[in-house]
């Protein structure tokens, strides 16, 4: 038995699906218990919710902590979601005496000076490090698949033909699939992963310069789009206009810009997972292209 944090998110959903095709039962936390995963035993709360974590955790073998705030128009709310989040699902998963943590982290925890968010994962993953518990922790690079809002953004871009992005630098890529592979391929412990961090992505050395990802993105929707490489002023000032335009619902915020234009996001390959443990699945041109008709199926275009 197996307990997820962020079950109803992009990642989470995708964790649910893993390990219900391979026949491991699911506890997961939901503000709004969903209608549509009878298999999954379901727990009504939040991470602010002691007596929900208590009960999550309660007779499980394994937690994966999915769960965190990952945008926001106030950089203040990270700390509360990200930090005191993550410390009560240890303080309950301590309580319960339970065997394995797996907590996804974010590669933005490596420059935490460029954004609130960034720091966050990093207070978040300290916690995990001094918890004491059986953990392995993972910073997943930009992660992109079926029910994803974020990238969404850059395949409606495609559509018009303009594809606007960072400065020039390079990111690794991941396709949620084999993100949850990964995770679910954690929940054994070995020497091998205990107390060990991972940078996982789709085995493309060196990652995609911005200027290769807009192109795979634009191909997968069937065009071949300009992209506009926007300097951090003009990003800065797209963030406000956001903001004003959409307010809270804004996906470009200022605390998105300071890392987005960061050049290296890219996987250590001192982190890698090892290739006996998990090896990604998905090529990332046909991953983007099986998202773009995911999309174009249920109508999010």
């Given amino acids: 038995m197996v307990a997820v944090t962020g079950g109803t998110g992009f990642v989470g959903q995708a964790v649910l699906d893993g390990l219900a095709a391979k026949g491991i039962k699911a506890k997961a936390l939901a503000r709004k218990v969903p209608e ?26 394994a937690v994966i902590h999915i769960a965190g705030l990952t945008n926001t128009p106030d950089p203040a709310n990270f700390t509360a979601a990200n930090v005191d989040g993550t410390a009560a699902v240890i303080a309950a998963a301590k309580a319960a005496k339970v065997k394995r943590f797996v907590f996804v982290s974010s590669l933005s925890a ?78 054994p ?17 060196g990652g995609w310069s911005h200027q290769e990802m807009a192109k795979a993105i634009g191909t997968a929707m069937g065009r071949n789009p300009f992209v506009a490489q926007l300097p951090k002023p003009v990003l800065d000032m797209a963030a406000r206009t ?31 997972v090892p290739a006996d443990i998990w090896q990604p699945s998905i090529e990332t041109h046909k991953g983007l292209k099986s998202t773009a008709e995911w999309y174009q199926a249920n109508n999010w275009l």
Avoid at 41 to 60: C, E, K, P, R, Y
Avoid at 261 to 267: G, L
């Fill in 36 to 61: 549509d995963r009878p298999e999954v035993q379901w727990v009504q709360g939040s991470l602010s919710d002691n007596a929900a974590l208590a009960d999550l955790v309660s007779g499980t073998d």
């Fill in 110 to 187: 490596r420059k935490p000076d460029l954004s609130r968010y960034g720091a966050s994962k990093l207070a978040a993953e300290e916690l995990v490090m001094g918890s004491g518990l059986n953990w392995t922790m993972v910073r997943p690079p930009a992660v992109y698949g079926p029910r994803d809002n974020d990238m969404l953004e850059l395949f409606k871009a495609a559509r018009w033909g303009v594809i606007p992005m960072p400065p020039s630098g390079a990111t690794s890529m991941i396709h949620v699939d084999d993100l949850a592979e990964l995770l679910i391929a954690l929940i």
């Fill in 189 to 205: 412990s070995s020497p091998k992963t205990r107390r060990r961090m991972f940078e996982p992505d789709d085995g493309r050395e």
């Fill in 242 to 272: 956001d903001r004003l335009m959409r307010g809270d619902a804004a996906k470009l915020t200022a605390d998105r810009v300071g890392y987005m234009c960061h050049p290296n996001w890219v996987a250590r390959s001192d982190k890698a």
